[in-house]
């Protein structure tokens, strides 16, 4: 399958700091990037779409200006969690898809746990 | 938006046991996806099955879109296949929503 790198894995930062986390497909280009945040023994929740070029499309509920995405090229986009507070530490996801209809199947990152303290 | 809902929640079984994951949504698909989510947070790609039945080693899965189910088979479980399995269909916006997830462990 392809693969999906993001970076960190973990990071530690105190309340009021930004945080940008690195979503890459390695063998693939994608069309669209996906950004997930799951929080404990809970499932997975989409928090925007991500396409190369044009500005990202976020769930209702999520405040796009505290979660800035950049989706700079077919094969990296970045999540920035600014001015970070306890309550947004959890575990982000990002999955890349490379086509639509048959092409469609998502293939996920490993995840970055942050935890603000 | 589509619900779906996964079952058993929870499930524990001895090593060698078999097991079927069930994952029901409440309206058509054009997308649905198996994962394995290992502990340490990593989604797997089991399967992309919108409709038919597929396998790959010990697992299977089949998928009923006229029904709005898919079914995951485990055959002779291993403690590596422990984890959280999500089932996530996508409609015609291309989003994926996930499942309640099934929490499987297998013991030795």
């Known amino acids: 399958g392809a693969v999906v790198s993001q970076h960190p894995s973990r990071v530690i930062c105190k309340s009021g700091t930004s945080v940008k986390i690195e979503c890459r497909s390695l063998?693939?280009?994608?069309?669209?990037m996906f950004w997930y945040r799951q929080f404990p023994k809970q499932s997975l929740m989409l928090m925007a779409t991500s396409n190369e070029g044009s500005k990202a499309t976020y769930e209702q509920g999520v405040e796009k200006d505290k979660f800035l995405i950049n989706h700079a090229s077919l094969t990296l986009s970045t999540l920035t969690v600014t001015s970070a507070h306890p309550e947004d530490s959890s575990f982000y996801i990002c999955?890349?898809?490379f086509g639509r209809g048959l092409l469609n199947e998502q293939f996920f990152g490993p995840g970055t746990r942050l935890t603000v303290l | 938006g589509i619900q779906v809902e996964q079952s058993p929640p929870d499930l524990i079984l001895q090593e060698g046991a078999n097991s079927t994951l069930r994952c029901n949504f409440s309206?058509?698909?054009?997308?649905l996806q198996w994962f394995h989510q290992n502990p340490w947070g990593q989604l797997i790609n089991l399967f992309y099955?919108?409709?038919g039945t597929k396998q790959n080693g010990r697992l299977s899965a089949t998928t009923v879109a006229t029904e709005r189910y898919s079914l995951l088979y485990i055959s002779s479980s291993q403690t590596t296949d422990s984890g959280v399995y999500f089932c996530?269909?996508?409609?015609?916006?291309?989003?994926?929503?996930f499942g309640t997830g099934t929490r499987l462990q297998v013991f030795p």
């Open positions: 099955i919108p409709s």
């Open positions: 996530a269909v996508g409609d015609n916006t291309d989003k994926l929503i």
């Open positions: 999955s890349a898809r």
């Open positions: 309206d058509s698909v054009n997308n």
């Open positions: 063998d693939f280009q994608a069309t669209t």
